[in-house]
């Protein structure tokens, strides 16, 4: 067995949401780290993640509070990767969240929580700290500040210590369901390079494979923390341009820099459920913004960052463009 984790034995963290893009990143780092991961999915297969060393996959539906809570039986900490799609978040969020804490609560492991910049809303300040006022202004946001004020709730009654790391927008890894994969990079090998916002406005970006790492880093010190813990991390800060020449740099060829319409899908969305969805989250492609790191690196220390045109030129191959240097 490897021993490399901070405290001298093999720790275990399962994963709830383990197929999803997120929970496969989390279940590499988690286990690359000597830690034994349980991952949880609603068919009891984990894909990649069951040919690693030390993985154990179990079924569980999300939904049912008794089901995630024998299948995190064992755990230590319990990683919440559950990410309905955007027309599902008023049934599935909430339940699902309150599920994970059960699950904690009923195996008295830690809860780590990926957090997003949504609960700042509309009004998001230049800077964002963990004690930037929130003002959850839209519905997502509504959502979002539900679901941590139930985790200050039961963190407040020693019930179940949360530590949530807030981060920006998702890249890297495999799968699809973020806006680099789904819009900024889809036309690549056409040569074009599609951006949703204003390309001198500095976007907030996670990451994965860094902001696996530092949830693995956070976890190390969670007997010192306390009841809550809310960080952020910082990430990649990139304007559109800067993103457009970490793309360009990282396949050997020139983009064309296509402007995204938004009036479509605001059209769209007085009838389409899902494109309504995504017409509120377009103010953060026009109002610059950035994750201060700074609390979160107190308590790990010094995080590594990959350079950005690695970690473009890897989240294009990890996507499978075609025909692109990356995937060479």
């Known amino acids: 067995m490897q021993e490399t984790n901070t405290t001298g ?18 279940g590499e780092a988690f286990q690359a780290a000597g830690w034994r991961v349980i991952a949880i999915t609603r068919s009891g297969r984990c894909g990649t993640l069951e040919k ?3 993985v154990e996959c179990r079924k569980a539906d999300a939904m049912n509070a ?17 990410n309905p799609a955007y027309t599902d978040w008023p049934r599935f969020c909430l339940p699902m969240a309150r599920n994970v804490i059960a699950a904690a609560k009923a195996t008295g492991a830690i809860h780590l929580f990926p957090g997003n910049v949504y609960n700042y809303g509309t009004t998001i300040a230049p800077v964002l700290s963990p004690s930037t006022p929130k003002v959850p202004d839209h519905r ?7 679901m941590e004020e139930s985790f200050r709730h039961e963190a407040s009654g020693n019930a179940v210590k949360t530590i949530l790391i807030r981060a920006g927008d998702f890249f890297g890894g495999t799968g699809t369901g973020s806006w680099f994969d789904l819009l900024i990079a889809n036309k690549v090998e056409q040569g074009r390079f599609t951006y949703p916002g204003d390309p001198e406005a500095a976007h907030s970006w996670a990451y994965l494979p860094d902001l696996a790492q530092a949830f693995v880093a956070i976890a190390g010190k969670a007997p010192a923390l306390p009841t809550y813990t809310e960080v952020n991390f910082a990430g990649h800060t990139l304007t559109g341009n800067e993103m457009h020449a970490a793309a360009e740099s990282a396949i050997g060829q020139k983009l064309r820099l296509n402007r995204f319409n938004w009036l479509p899908v605001r059209i769209a969305s007085l009838f389409i459920p899902m494109m309504r969805e995504l017409a509120d989250m377009r ?9 201060d790191g700074t609390a979160l690196e107190k308590i790990t220390g010094p995080l590594l960052q990959t350079p950005v045109q690695d970690a473009v030129r890897k989240s294009l191959a990890d996507i499978g463009k075609p025909g692109l240097r990356a995937a060479a």
Do not use: C, Q
């Not at 720790?11 to 929970?23: D, H, K, V, Y």
């Not at 997502?140 to 539900?146: G, L, N, S, W």
């Open 9 to 26: 034995h093999l720790e275990t963290i399962a994963i709830a949401g383990a197929n999803g893009r997120l929970g496969r990143v989390i």
């Open 52 to 54: 690693l060393e030390n």
């Open 66 to 82: 008794a089901e995630l809570a024998a299948a995190a039986d064992g755990a230590g900490f319990i990683f919440n990767a559950l």
């Open 140 to 146: 997502k946001a509504v959502i979002r500040e539900e």
């Open 283 to 291: 103010y953060l492609w026009f109002t610059p913004h950035r994750l």
